[in-house]
Nanobody, 122 residues
């Protein structure tokens, strides 16, 4: 099974920073895209940031541009989300997401992590 494991969530004060990590493991031939979504209580899950392996292009939600940075360590099969200048509105469960081509048999999978809670509060 392909698995994504997030870490780094927690409680932080407004204006503070957190760094989320998401490590992929399993029968992986290629990771095509990795990124982050978030879901606040009573709201739909929304895209936060996404990075495509081919070309390294990225997408950010308007609400996080200039504050959040997505990066990848391909050797470690890990994606990071550096979150700076955090606001109370950033409070949500953050989910790692990946589009993966498996090794054997070759299949394309969309995989979700279990989520990590980020709470921004004073």
């Amino acid at each position: 099974q392909v698995q994504l494991v997030e870490s780094g969530g927690g409680l932080v004060q407004p204006g503070g920073s957190l760094r989320l990590s998401c490590a992929a493991s399993g029968s992986i031939f290629r990771i095509d895209v990795m990124g982050w979504f978030r879901q606040a209580p009573g709201k739909q899950r929304e895209l936060v940031a996404m990075r495509y392996n081919s070309g390294g292009s990225t997408n950010y939600a308007d609400s996080v541009k200039g504050r959040f940075t997505i990066s990848r360590d391909n050797a470690k099969r890990t994606v990071y989300l550096q979150m700076d200048s955090l606001k109370a509105e950033d409070t949500a469960v953050y989910y790692c997401n990946a589009g993966i081509t498996t090794d054997s048999p070759s299949r394309f999978l969309e995989v979700w992590g279990q989520g990590t809670l980020v709470t921004v509060s004073s």
